[in-house]
Nanobody, 114 residues
Framework: QVRLVESGGGLVQAGGSLRLSCAASGITFSIYVMAWYRQAPGKQRELVAYITSGGGTNYADSVKGRFTISRGDAKNTVYLQMNSLKADDTAVYYC????????WGQGTQVTVSS
């Protein structure tokens, strides 16, 4: 059974940083393109960044230059380093494959105060 567990969210002031982690189990993690998504209140879930099995990365324009996605296949974990956070980054952050074919986890709340 596939399980995704996100952690690392919290309350931070604008300009601050957070590092999110997502631990996956029940899958052959290394073969998947893994991604971070986010959903702000009243908005649809959107793709933030993804990383291929070979380490190639891609980012939404809104986070390019501020966020960095990485993966640790030995630990079945994908990370999102978020710097220079803005109020617009406030959302629940989720990880999943890209495309998203796994059951969604509970997400982790990121709140950026301005």
């Amino acid at each position: 059974q596939v399980r995704l567990v996100e952690s690392g969210g919290g309350l931070v002031q604008a300009g601050g940083s957070l590092r999110l982690s997502c631990a996956a189990s029940g899958i052959t993690f290394s073969i998947y393109v893994m991604a971070w998504y986010r959903q702000a209140p009243g908005k649809q879930r959107e793709l933030v960044a993804y990383i291929t099995s070979g380490g190639g990365t891609n980012y939404a324009d809104s986070v390019k230059g501020r966020f960095t996605i990485s993966r640790g296949d030995a630990k079945n974990t994908v990370y999102l380093q978020m710097n220079s956070l803005k109020a617009d980054d406030t959302a629940v952050y989720y990880c999943n494959s890209r495309p998203a074919v796994m059951n969604w986890g509970q997400g982790t709340q990121v709140t950026v105060s301005s």
